[in-house]
Nanobody, 121 residues
Framework: QVQLVESGGGLVQAGGSLRLSCAVSGRTFAAYDMGWFRQAPRKEREFVATITWSGGSPYYADSVKGRFTISIDNAKNTVYLQMNSLKPEDTAVYYC??????????????WGQGTQVTVSS
C-alpha cells in the first residue's frame, strides 16, 4: 500500500506563488510515477502535471505550462508542485497521485486527500 499526504495549500493573491508537497510512503513507492490533479467546485477533476519517479519526462496541462513546475526529491520521497503567477482560475483542491505516467486519472492507483488552493483576484 502507498500513502500520499499533500501539504502547502492556502490562500494567495493573483500573481503569487505556492509550493505544494506530497510525501510518499509505503512499500515499493519507487515503482510509481507521480501526478498532480485538481478539482474546482462544480467541475471535473483535471490533469495538472506528471513526472516519472526518476524525475524524467515532466509533462504539463496547457493551462499551467510555463507557470507550474513538478519535481521529485527521491531522498525525501516527496513530490513537489511549484506554482508561480497564480490566477483565480487555479483555485481548486489539488491532489497528488501515484501510478502510471500520464494525463488520465484512471492510470493512477493511489491518491492523497487533497489540499485547497485559493487564489484571490
Amino acid at each position: 500500500q502507498v500513502q500520499l499526504v499533500e501539504s502547502g495549500g492556502g490562500l494567495v493573491q493573483a500573481g503569487g506563488s505556492l509550493r505544494l508537497s506530497c510525501a510518499v510512503s509505503g512499500r515499493t513507492f519507487a515503482a510509481y510515477d507521480m501526478g498532480w490533479f485538481r478539482q474546482a467546485p462544480r467541475k471535473e477533476r483535471e490533469f495538472v502535471a506528471t513526472i516519472t519517479w526518476s524525475g524524467g519526462s515532466p509533462y504539463y496541462a496547457d493551462s499551467v505550462k510555463g507557470r507550474f513546475t513538478i519535481s521529485i526529491d527521491n531522498a525525501k520521497n516527496t513530490v513537489y508542485l511549484q506554482m508561480n503567477s497564480l490566477k483565480p482560475e487555479d483555485t481548486a483542491v489539488y491532489y497528488c497521485a501515484a501510478g502510471a505516467w500520464g494525463t488520465h486519472s484512471s492510470g493512477y492507483q493511489y491518491w492523497g486527500q487533497g489540499t485547497q488552493v485559493t487564489v484571490s483576484s
